[in-house]
Each structure stands twice: as C-alpha cells, then as structure tokens.
C-alpha cells in the first residue's frame, strides 16, 4: 500500500500525465478532469472514485493527490478513461502498462512460482524504462519493489499481508479523534469509544455482527412475464435447475456474502476463471439474485463472449450474448462491471 498506491503509482503516473499533457499535447488537462469526472466506475468503485487533478500541482511537479484507495481505483481504470487518446507505441504509455501488470500480481489472492518470475523481469522493465524516460533517481520505494519476488516466494501473495486492512480500521480512530474537541488523556477516549461501539454490536439485535454469512435486501416482485422469459429462454444450470414460475424462490435486490456484495446495479461475475476455448475468462452480466427456502443463493447472468484482452487498455473486449446462466453465488468472487470506450462501441471489462 504504502510502496505501491502511496509511492510509486503517484510519482509515475504523475510524470506519466504530465509528460503527456504539457510535452506530447495528447489531451489537455480540461479533457483528463472530465473523463475523470464522467467516467463510470459501477457500484463498487463508485466510493473511491478518484478526485480531479490540479493544473498546478501536475505541471510543476507532476504531482498527484490521492487516497490509496483512490489511487488504485485511477491506476485501474486509467487504460478505459484515456487509453483512445493515447499512441499505439507511446513510450510512456508502455510504462503505464508494466505498471498495472506489476500491480495486478502483487494484488492477487495467490500466486505461482512463475508470478515471482514475471515480476521480477517486469520490476527490472519498469526501473530501465523510467531512468530512460525522466532522467531521474529512482525513490526509495522504487528500490523496495525489487525485494517483491523474494518476498512473495518465501511469504506467499503480499495482498494478504498488507497494511490497507489496518488503516481502513485506523481511519475509525482517526475519524472519532476529527469528531472530538478534547485532547486530553485522547487514548482513553479513543478506546472508551471503541469498546462502547463493540459492546453495541454485541447486544443489539444484530448479534451475529461478526459472524454471519450472508445478508440480503428488500425483496422485489417480479411479473409472470419475466419468470416464463427464463424458463424459455437459453438458460444453463450449473448446480440446480429451478421453475421460476412454481418453485419457492424469492428474488432479492442484493446480497451479501462474506461481505462480498452481489448487486443488479450493472455488475458482472466470473462466471468461469478459465474458458476452455480460449482460455479467457468467461463473464456475466447479473439480471437477477434470488434465494431459495433454505437461503441459497443463486444469480441469473446474462452471458458476454470474451473476444481477447487489449494491451492498450488493459481490459477484456467482450460482446453480450443473448444466453443465460443460473449460477451460485457462494462461489462467485472476482466482481467487475462493463465500460463503453469513449467515441466507439467497444466493450470493456477491467479485473
């Protein structure tokens, strides 16, 4: 986090845009804040939605203020936002790109030997590159993501021992410390307040607060119309089949699973990690969420065909297709939501 979302990410992508704006003229600073600004980040990024950039800030020093969150949501996102402004063979476009390859490896939730690898001739890449393109020294943490392969191959995917659970804890305190006018004795106060938090959490009428497995919302109705679509329609059943129009199931507006929220808010799903004809993965656009009479949860997806991952904009083109899944939630995890490139119909799918 600190390394990464904090450090590097912001020095480069800093020089990146500025270099592209105030040197190569590919899109002034005007076009960047809008894209920005406009741009759709769906429903689970919508809250760490990047702020706009300062002129000054950017042209001076190639300076970027961000959140850690708020930068990787912008690191992420940055290919679909102006990657159609941007040359083929920009150099400082490929940077970008061994960027948000390294950093697409040390996030993953497990890695194999090969990773370390690939991270590691990417790492030495990505330092040449950036010595060559800004004729400066490279920062600390620059030199601290060359341990990253060591480190993985004895501790395993450095995103499950990273410090961005802590903070995210810590911002309570911090939060509590802003709300506050006394600073006396404020470690007690601070600790006073958490304790009194947890005890409510325990003896409210949530008392599974920490331990429950699944939430759901509002219930919806949905018309026979609709039900008779999906018993007709080409649909596959990859555990349970079901009758829509006669088995007891509730259709809900989200649920959430291990604190995995699943919502029709123009979310998608892997549906599969790893199709067989082109070893892409297979993605679905979520229509529907129901449980059934013993709380299950299943999902009704509407299909895309993965046509090939784009360099350029670091994303998968897909197509929708008019073919349905009905698939169980519980072994769903890698959410996303589809982009429409600016100026085009391409469809685009970021992880």
């Not at 939730?109 to 590159?129: A, F, G, M, Q, Y």
């Not at 006073?192 to 949530?206: C, D, G, P, R, T």
């Not at 599974?208 to 080409?234: A, P, W």
Request: charged fraction near 20%.
């Amino acid at each position: 986090m600190h390394d990464m979302l904090e450090g590097a990410l912001k020095f480069d992508i800093g020089l990146i845009l500025k270099q592209m704006i105030f040197s190569f003229n590919y899109f002034s600073m005007e076009t960047l804040n809008n894209r920005i600004e406009s741009f759709n980040y769906g429903s689970l990024d919508i809250r760490s939605r990047p702020t706009m950039l300062s002129y000054e800030n950017l042209r001076r020093q190639g300076l970027i203020k961000m959140s850690a969150s708020e930068m990787l949501c912008f690191t992420r996102y940055l290919g679909l936002i102006i990657g159609d402004l941007i040359p083929e063979d920009s150099d400082l476009w490929e940077l970008y790109k061994i960027l948000r390859k390294i950093l697409d490896i040390i996030l993953c939730k497990s890695v194999r030997l090969p990773d370390s690898v690939l991270l590691k001739t990417l790492i030495s890449e990505h330092h040449t590159l950036y010595l060559r393109l800004f004729r400066s020294n490279l920062k600390p943490k620059h030199h601290h993501m060359v341990h990253y392969p060591f480190i993985i191959n004895k501790s395993g995917p450095l995103s499950l021992f990273w410090s961005m659970r802590f903070e995210a804890k810590h911002k309570e305190l911090k939060d509590t410390a802003h709300a506050i006018t006394s600073r006396k004795n404020i470690q007690y106060t601070l600790s006073l307040k958490h304790q009194l938090k947890l005890s409510y959490n325990f003896s409210s009428s949530n008392a599974h607060f920490y331990t429950k497995n699944m939430e759901v919302g509002r219930i919806l109705k949905i018309n026979e119309l609709t039900s008779q679509f999906y018993n007709n329609c080409d649909i596959s059943f990859v555990t349970t089949n079901f009758d829509f129009s006669n088995d007891n199931i509730a259709f809900i507006s989200w649920v959430k699973i291990k604190n995995i929220l699943f919502n029709c808010n123009n979310m998608c799903i892997v549906v599969n990690a790893n199709e067989i004809e082109n070893m892409l993965p297979l993605f679905g656009l979520i229509k529907h969420i129901f449980i059934t009479d013993v709380n299950l949860p299943f999902a009704i997806c509407k299909l895309f065909q993965t046509n090939y991952f784009d360099e350029h904009y670091q994303a998968f083109n897909v197509t929708l297709k008019a073919k349905y899944i009905c698939i169980f939630l519980e072994q769903c995890y890698q959410r996303s939501h589809e982009v429409h490139v600016s100026g085009s119909d391409l469809i685009f799918i970021s992880l």
